[in-house]
């Protein structure tokens, strides 16, 4: 019922008209990663994220300030009073620094931020690229094995026409050409499926991007790949040079020392400020004893913000349960990744294991049976129907082979996102 159920989805997806997308492009996939990081709006805000908080450190060092202040007094009261204008200025005392401290701890972590999306979207465009260069690629082979069937089909036709071969015999030759029908209109609808997950990793809506190649090759440098026949990785370096510079992770320490400079900042809020008060002074005719004009100027010091009545507590105690929830934020993540850099290499080192078993034996193998066949065929030692089914044999080798290389090219990707690094750095260990 399942697999009746994908088929008729198939069916109808295969037979949908265009949905109006304005223009088809095929790009590298160098041009794919290039477009997406220059057009990407998640990556875009994170990079706005990243100034913000580097203006933020501006900001967190400014100095108050001043206020003007003027008294005029007026009626009776004059009489031996002054008249003054000047300005009062606020200085606070060892709170600036740190306030830039945590600012300029913050715009870190940011940038931190903002490199680990753009490895994630270079990393993800790459596994939707390759995936929908392997699903063209099915595509190809299941379209030779549905011409292959049918070709089969052909030849038992004949052949029972003959009485060579019985008619339950033929009734299996059309119940293979009919499945491989079936299969080869999934295989269309995945190619559909993984263009539009390639085209949403690029997030376009305008445009249908398509890949430059049009089936999936052995070409480990254009795809930026680790050769498979190479065998020098280690694990355990893999491993610790991750931990020590996937930006994720990097990220989440610095939101540690951020925590603990908001600490100390928060405590500094205990420490007075002081204002310092300067002007000028005057008593107008009529408003001294001796009728004279007087002026002079004056200046004084206070201290203000004094924790007397509120000393900051609950702020401090905030301030010290945030620092400890940042270090149980960062030892999380630390076992996360470790268990996930394990799982992928495990995946890497099956799928490079099964693609070099299948270069070195099986395809070797089925070619050498096809080889067999073709020219048992040409001495009359094997009819048609015998060398058609070692063909489909082939075919189905074939198959296979590209889901393993497949298989290899996205576990691949998918170690170097949980590595957090790109291949050149990989190679250098």
Do not use: C
């Amino acid at each position: 019922m399942k697999k009746t159920l994908i088929s008729l989805i198939a069916l109808i997806l295969v037979i949908l008209p265009s949905n109006g997308i304005l223009e088809t492009k095929k790009i590298s996939l160098q041009e794919a990663i290039e477009t997406a990081l220059a057009s990407n709006p998640q990556l875009k805000m994170a990079k706005i994220d990243t100034q913000i908080a580097q203006n933020d450190i501006k900001t967190a060092n400014k100095l108050q300030n001043p206020a003007l202040t003027t008294y005029n007094n007026i009626g009776r009261f004059t009489k031996n009073e002054q008249h003054h204008f000047g300005f009062d200025y606020t200085i606070e005392l060892l709170k600036r620094s740190k306030r830039k401290d945590v600012a300029y701890s913050k715009s870190l972590a940011m940038y931190d931020l903002e490199k680990f999306l753009e490895q994630s979207l270079i990393l993800e465009i790459k596994k939707t690229y390759i995936d929908l260069l392997l699903k063209k690629s099915n595509l190809k082979v299941v379209e030779e094995q549905k011409n292959l069937a049918n070709d089969l089909y052909e030849s038992a036709l004949k052949e029972q026409k003959k009485g060579k071969i019985s008619k339950s015999d033929l009734i299996q030759t059309k119940i293979a050409l009919n499945r491989t029908i079936v299969y080869y209109n999934i295989a269309k609808s995945e190619v559909i499926f993984a263009q539009n997950r390639f085209n949403t990793a690029m997030n376009t809506s305008n445009i249908n991007f398509d890949t430059k190649e049009d089936t999936l090759e052995r070409n480990w440098a254009k795809l930026y790949t680790y050769n498979p026949q190479n065998d020098n990785l280690s694990f355990d370096k893999l491993k610790q040079y991750a931990l020590d510079n996937r930006y994720d992770l990097k990220s989440a320490k610095q939101e540690i020392v951020t925590a603990q400079k908001k600490l100390e900042m928060t405590k500094s809020k205990k420490i007075p400020d002081l204002t310092f008060g300067a002007g000028w002074a005057y008593q107008a005719k009529g408003a001294t004893p001796d009728d004279a004009f007087r002026s002079g100027g004056y200046a004084g010091v206070s201290l203000t913000n004094i924790p007397l009545i509120y000393q900051y507590k609950p702020e401090i105690e905030n301030a010290k349960l945030e620092v400890e929830k940042a270090q149980l934020k960062y030892e999380d993540m630390i076992i996360d990744a470790t268990r996930n850099i394990t799982d992928a290499w495990e995946k890497f080192s099956i799928a490079k294991d099964t693609l070099n078993f299948y270069d070195k034996e099986l395809m070797n193998n089925s070619q050498e049976l096809l080889k067999v066949a073709r020219e048992g065929l040409r001495k009359n030692d094997n009819d048609l129907t015998s060398y058609l089914f070692s063909k489909k044999l082939y075919f189905e080798l074939m198959l296979e082979y590209q889901n393993a290389l497949g298989d290899y090219y996205i576990s691949w990707a998918e170690l170097l996102r949980e590595l957090g690094t790109t291949i050149e750095d990989v190679e250098t260990l």
